[in-house]
């Protein structure tokens, strides 16, 4: 039993036009027609990467996490359940919507909508970037991480380590807490950051190639986008 990667994420947001310019002219995804009010993205071979809703908050919306086994849906389920955590089936057309086979879907302690799912979907229509990259790393990776805001360590840390079985691989207190889940081969697929808050941090994907990060750093200056840090990049001397 084992959940084996980040497959994809949701985010609540209505400004759609605003989330198409940045997932396909800063990042390179490729938008799927899924129907007004909603936008869908890949960055693979698989149907969906990004969903946004259409739905108002500007906030995370739903974290979907695959597992290696079918039967490993009920197995969590169970486990779940033990601890009195609710756990709902998605039905047939749930699923259809996520793209997967099957799925399960439940909170964490701080009401994060986690779905555990089987066998996403893949496309058989190559992926399209919509801008010239090499691509994004993802396969056995996944899609790459989330970090979430936590307001209560005590609960959040346990729930991810003891009952879904990541893995730690980074941890501090000072200054701040914050720990750094592993279920594959990256570093991290999840992060908790103990901001005394609750809701979303940031999510992150790989390129192939630096060539795409520096186009997409330049692409975000360019279009007057808050850049946190700034990529610099020089000539090693000697």
């Not at 071979?45 to 995370?60: C, F, N, V, W």
């Not at 996944?142 to 609960?155: A, C, E, I, Q, S």
């Given at each position: 039993?084992?959940?084996?990667?980040?497959?994809?994420?949701?985010?609540?947001?209505?400004?759609?036009?605003?989330?198409?310019?940045?997932?396909?002219?800063?990042?390179?995804?490729?938008?799927?027609?899924?129907?007004?009010?909603?936008?869908?993205?890949?960055?693979?071979?698989?149907?969906?990467?990004?969903?946004i809703?259409?739905?108002?908050?500007?906030?995370?919306?739903?974290?979907?996490?695959?597992?290696?086994?079918?039967?490993?849906?009920?197995?969590?389920?169970?486990?779940?359940?033990?601890?009195?955590?609710?756990?709902?089936?998605?039905?047939?057309?749930?699923?259809?919507?996520?793209?997967?086979?099957?799925?399960?879907?439940?909170?964490?302690?701080?009401?994060n909508?986690?779905?555990?799912?089987?066998?996403?979907?893949?496309?058989?229509?190559?992926?399209?970037?919509?801008?010239?990259?090499?691509?994004?790393?993802?396969?056995?990776?996944?899609?790459?991480?989330?970090?979430?805001?936590?307001?209560d360590?005590?609960?959040?840390?346990?729930?991810?380590?003891?009952?879904?079985?990541?893995?730690?691989?980074?941890?501090?207190?000072?200054?701040?807490?914050?720990?750094?889940?592993?279920?594959?081969?990256?570093?991290?697929?999840l992060?908790?950051?103990?901001?005394?808050?609750?809701?979303?941090?940031?999510?992150?994907?790989?390129?192939?190639s630096?060539?795409?990060?520096?186009?997409?750093?330049?692409?975000?200056?360019?279009?007057?986008?808050?850049?946190?840090?700034?990529?610099?990049?020089?000539?090693?001397?000697?």
């Amino acid at each position: 039993m084992a959940v084996k990667a980040l497959s994809y994420i949701g985010v609540n947001s209505d400004k759609l036009e605003d989330w198409s310019d940045y997932s396909e002219k800063c990042l390179g995804m490729q938008k799927v027609d899924r129907g007004k009010g909603t936008l869908s993205f890949r960055m693979d071979d698989h149907k969906q990467r990004l969903a946004i809703t259409g739905d108002t908050g500007d906030s995370l919306a739903f974290v979907g996490f695959e597992v290696d086994k079918k039967e490993d849906l009920q197995t969590y389920a169970a486990k779940l359940e033990s601890k009195n955590i609710k756990v709902t089936l998605g039905n047939s057309s749930y699923s259809d919507k996520r793209f997967v086979q099957e799925l399960i879907h439940f909170n964490d302690p701080q009401g994060n909508r986690v779905e555990l799912v089987y066998n996403p979907m893949k496309d058989t229509e190559p992926f399209k970037p919509s801008r010239p990259i090499s691509g994004f790393k993802t396969g056995a990776l996944g899609m790459g991480h989330v970090v979430l805001h936590v307001k209560d360590f005590n609960k959040v840390v346990p729930f991810y380590r003891d009952i879904l079985g990541f893995k730690i691989s980074d941890y501090s207190n000072t200054p701040i807490s914050l720990c750094f889940f592993h279920i594959n081969g990256r570093h991290h697929s999840l992060a908790l950051f103990g901001s005394g808050k609750i809701g979303f941090h940031h999510f992150m994907v790989e390129y192939n190639s630096l060539d795409a990060v520096s186009y997409t750093h330049l692409r975000a200056h360019e279009t007057g986008r808050n850049l946190v840090w700034r990529l610099v990049l020089g000539k090693k001397e000697g």
